[in-house]
């Protein structure tokens, strides 16, 4: 099997915003990646085993790493810069490039919340987009309880736009969907 081409290059500096920095993932961020499978919602809505060992955090961690080459997107370590440490992920989804879209996904570790840092980090993926000339919108999909995701998306520069009904399956059951956009000016 031939391997895909990336759909745009890896950034040659490493997008920042605010207070965070974002990079490729390392081996050495399995550490956190455990910390962030402990909480009960990011495990629900993507990769992440609920719980993860050493080797399921670190197999989690390889896959981050090879996000770009499969021509999914970029999957970007939140680096905290008062601390110098990674804070939670944000990934900038491409696979609906061809019609200009792309979604962003998110997460911060529970000792990092509060702080802003997901905002600056979905600003940082966000501009970074922007350097990819097939790109016009970008995407967030937030669950309407999920007021902290709200605030994350409004602090960042995205707009709802609106309610989708029974969009997504989450934990086996069917969610409504708050989407929130993001477009090239």
């Avoid at 390392?26 to 609920?50: H, N, V």
Wanted: hydrophobic content about 40%; aromatic content about 10%; charged content about 20%.
């Amino acid at each position: 099997m031939q391997t895909p081409t990336p759909i745009h290059p890896w950034p040659t500096v490493n997008p920042a915003h605010g207070n965070v920095t974002l990079r490729q993932f390392c081996p050495e961020d399995f550490g956190t990646a455990m910390e962030l499978s402990r909480d009960p919602y990011i495990p629900a809505i993507g990769t992440l085993p609920l719980n993860a060992t050493a080797d399921q955090a670190r197999l989690w961690v390889e896959r981050q790493q090879t996000r770009h080459a499969q021509g999914a997107g970029f999957s970007f370590a939140i680096i905290d810069n008062a601390q110098g440490r990674w804070a939670g992920f944000v990934g900038l989804w491409v696979r609906e490039l061809s019609e200009g879209r792309a979604k962003v996904g998110y997460g911060i570790a529970q000792s990092f919340r509060g702080r802003r840092l997901a905002a600056d980090a979905v600003r940082a993926a966000t501009q970074f987009g922007w350097t990819i000339p097939a790109l016009y919108r970008t995407e967030l999909y937030i669950e309407p309880w999920n007021t902290a995701s709200i605030k994350t998306a409004e602090q960042a520069g995205y707009i709802r736009e609106g309610l989708l009904r029974s969009h997504q399956e989450i934990s086996g059951e069917r969610r409504d969907m708050l989407l929130y956009s993001n477009v090239r000016n």
